[in-house]
């Protein structure tokens, strides 16, 4: 998992994006409800953020509000979450949820070894 950009997009979709650097000094709570959180939590400190992370089940479905408790200036999540938050008016019109895009990353070799694996051919 990488960034895709480097920015964070408002997720009621009002707005312009804006560069995570500019979040800066701001209090940021990252909420991922995904298989491996800690991914998204350390993509996003390595882009220079201070977080306070909320790790939420994978497949959480936001039935209840996870951010109606959170103090925070931004809460950033991963678009997958964004996918089930817009469908909800009182999770969708918060101000302070904002979308980090993300880019999965396979590695090379691996990648090699798929196609091989497609193609029939052995893979050692």
């Known amino acids: 998992m990488e960034l895709a950009g480097e920015f964070a997009e408002p997720l009621s979709g009002g707005g312009h994006p804006v560069a995570l650097r500019e979040l800066a000094g701001k209090r940021i709570v ?3 409800g995904i298989g491996n959180p800690s991914r998204f939590f350390s993509m996003l400190k390595r882009a220079g953020l201070e977080i306070e992370e909320l790790p939420l089940p ?3 479905d936001f039935s209840v509000n996870p951010f109606a408790a959170i103090t925070a200036d ?3 999540i991963t678009e997958k979450d ?3 938050c ?3 008016d ?4 918060d101000p302070r949820i904002w979308v980090v895009p993300v880019t ?3 590695d090379s070799a691996l990648a090699k070894r798929i196609v091989e694996k497609c193609r029939g051919r052995p893979t050692a």
Do not use: E, G
């Open 90 to 93: 009182t999770i969708n019109n």
């Open 74 to 76: 931004v809460i950033l």
């Open 104 to 106: 999965a990353r396979i």
């Open 82 to 84: 964004a996918v089930k």
């Open 86 to 88: 817009t469908r909800i």
């Open 58 to 60: 994978d497949h959480y």
């Open 30 to 32: 990252a909420v991922a």
